[in-house]
């Protein structure tokens, strides 16, 4: 584990699961999440469609509980959008990193950044050189800016293929 990130893994509500993320989703079909996390491969490479197809973005779709959000990195690729944007009825970006679930993202910028207030940094250091109001002072940074609405535009696009676990688009 990183320095930077140990704390979080200290929280009891974190499990870290060292696996095949496909194959683990596929073998604990009953595991239920709030948020998926994915820091996906880039897309060019080798087998990437085994993450970043249709078939696995629905596998994550039925693991999570009402209302949860799957982010994931798309490495600049548009069909991993165009997958998103195909298998979930929200999506939004920030940057790079694509959050979808099945309900609105309806959290006002006030109460984002009042959770984030709310986050226990147990006194220590979550990135390298940063304090902890350095830390706050980003996070307040994110959770104020603009989530842009993927759905409009790319469920009208016809010119990018999604991907399947056949086509790697």
Same mark, same amino acid.
């Given at each position: 584990? =990183?320095?930077?990130?140990?704390?979080?893994? &200290?929280?009891?509500?974190?499990?870290?699961?060292? $696996? $095949?993320?496909?194959?683990? #989703?596929?073998?604990?079909?009953? %595991?239920?999440? +709030?948020?998926v996390?994915?820091?996906?491969?880039?897309?060019?490479?080798?087998?990437?469609?085994?993450?970043l !197809?249709?078939e696995?973005?629905?596998?994550?779709? =039925?693991?999570l509980? /009402?209302?949860?959000?799957? !982010?994931?990195?798309?490495?600049? !690729?548009m069909?991993?959008?165009?997958?998103?944007?195909?298998?979930? /009825?929200?999506?939004?970006?920030?940057?790079? =990193?694509?959050?979808?679930? &099945?309900?609105?993202?309806?959290? /006002?910028?006030p109460?984002?950044?009042?959770?984030?207030?709310?986050? +226990?940094?147990r006194d220590? !250091? #979550?990135?390298s050189g940063?304090?902890?109001?350095?830390? %706050?002072?980003?996070?307040?940074?994110?959770?104020?800016?603009?989530?842009?609405?993927?759905v409009?535009?790319?469920? =009208?696009?016809? +010119?990018?293929?999604?991907?399947? &676990?056949?086509?790697?688009?």
């Amino acid at each position: 584990t =990183q320095p930077e990130a140990a704390t979080v893994l &200290d929280d009891p509500r974190v499990t870290l699961v060292i $696996d $095949d993320g496909r194959r683990w #989703l596929a073998a604990n079909r009953n %595991r239920r999440f +709030d948020v998926v996390l994915m820091n996906t491969l880039i897309h060019w490479r080798s087998n990437a469609s085994n993450l970043l !197809s249709k078939e696995m973005f629905l596998l994550v779709r =039925q693991h999570l509980k /009402p209302g949860g959000h799957f !982010s994931f990195n798309s490495t600049a !690729s548009m069909e991993a959008v165009r997958t998103a944007v195909e298998t979930f /009825p929200f999506a939004v970006r920030y940057g790079w =990193q694509v959050i979808v679930s &099945d309900a609105p993202f309806s959290v /006002p910028v006030p109460a984002r950044i009042g959770a984030l207030a709310e986050i +226990d940094f147990r006194d220590r !250091s #979550l990135a390298s050189g940063s304090t902890k109001e350095e830390w %706050r002072a980003e996070l307040r940074k994110l959770a104020g800016s603009e989530l842009i609405d993927l759905v409009p535009e790319w469920r =009208q696009r016809t +010119d990018v293929r999604y991907v399947t &676990d056949d086509n790697m688009a």
